[in-house]
């Protein structure tokens, strides 16, 4: 009976380790993944002064808000390719895949989301920064 009784526990024992350990592996899966989608997210997010410094570099500076929104004020010297036809107008504009692009919109959103499409299109070298909502860019007519 000692002897049975010595099984079980240790066969509790044993199964309640097992259990622990999984879920603190899959745990930790999970925070891993979060964080590189977090990184990528973080790592192309590019503030109001920067894009203002990579514009006198050369970049391509491309707001993607409607053409209404981008005639009351916009950056000055950017192009607005806006977020419903940025797949279809981005080849005309813009035919150098590798060419440093900055997009921005009011808040960030609609940048966020033409930035994965040119990714899906093959562009290498794009960011997304703060919105005009976010920053207090000089804007031009």
């Known amino acids: 009976m000692k002897k049975l009784s010595r ?16 879920s ?13 989608k977090d990184d990528k997210k973080s790592s192309n997010l ?14 391509t500076v491309i707001d993607v808000r409607v053409a209404d929104q981008y005639k009351e ?3 000055k ?4 390719l806006p977020l419903e036809t940025i797949e279809k107008d981005i080849a005309s504009k813009v035919p150098k895949k590798d060419t440093k692009i900055v997009l921005y919109c009011n808040t ?8 994965e499409k040119l990714k899906k299109l093959g562009y290498t070298n ?3 920064a703060q ?8 804007l031009v007519k």
């Open 73 to 75: 004020g916009h950056i």
């Open 126 to 128: 794009v960011s997304n």
């Open 24 to 36: 603190k592996s899959d745990n930790k899966t999970a925070e891993k993944q979060t964080e590189k």
């Open 46 to 59: 590019m503030k109001g002064e920067t894009l203002l410094e990579e514009q006198k570099k050369g970049a």
């Open 108 to 115: 960030g959103n609609r940048s966020g989301q033409a930035f």
């Open 77 to 80: 010297d950017a192009i607005n």
């Open 131 to 138: 919105g005009v909502k976010q920053y207090k860019y000089d």
């Open 7 to 22: 099984i079980l526990l240790l066969s509790l024992i044993t199964a309640t380790t097992l259990v622990g350990c999984g």
